[in-house]
């Protein structure tokens, strides 16, 4: 399926990483989220319910970063992967979780972890 639903640049304060100070000061982690969905029933009816609200799936990615500190970025990605996935229209989703403040004593552009989940591989929460 081709459809899709992309939602970019979603930024939020949290406490992850491995790091005493990460967990204790906190910062900026950016998400990008793709979930692909058949959006054809939406298109034909123009109604909101017929698609997954993307306020919504902001709010509840906001939700998993804002909430308890995790360690790694992997498992804050997979969390709201599984999150996504609980909605049964869902077949597949794509979670890019950027940590733009990383603690590496270097000059970077960006680090990023890359979850992508299907319904049905068993991962994330899928079923």
């Not at 100070?21 to 910062?27: A, L, Y």
């Not at 799936?57 to 997979?78: F, K, N, Q, W, Y």
């Not at 049964?88 to 979670?95: F, W």
């Amino acid at each position: 399926m081709s459809d899709r639903i992309e939602l970019r640049g979603l930024t939020v304060r949290g406490n992850h990483g491995v790091f005493e100070h990460e967990k204790r000061d906190g910062q900026d982690f950016v998400v990008d989220i793709v979930v692909w969905l058949d959006l054809a029933p939406a298109a034909a009816s123009d109604d909101l319910t017929d698609t997954l609200h993307y306020g919504e799936l902001a709010e509840r990615a906001a939700a998993i970063i804002a909430g308890p500190g995790r360690d790694l970025i992997e498992t804050v990605a997979g969390e709201i992967a599984g999150e996504v996935l609980t909605d049964p229209r869902v077949t597949r989703v794509e979670v890019t979780l950027h940590k733009p403040s990383a603690p590496i004593p270097l000059t970077f552009g960006d680090v990023a972890v890359v979850i992508d989940r299907s319904r049905g591989d068993g991962a994330g929460g899928a079923s």
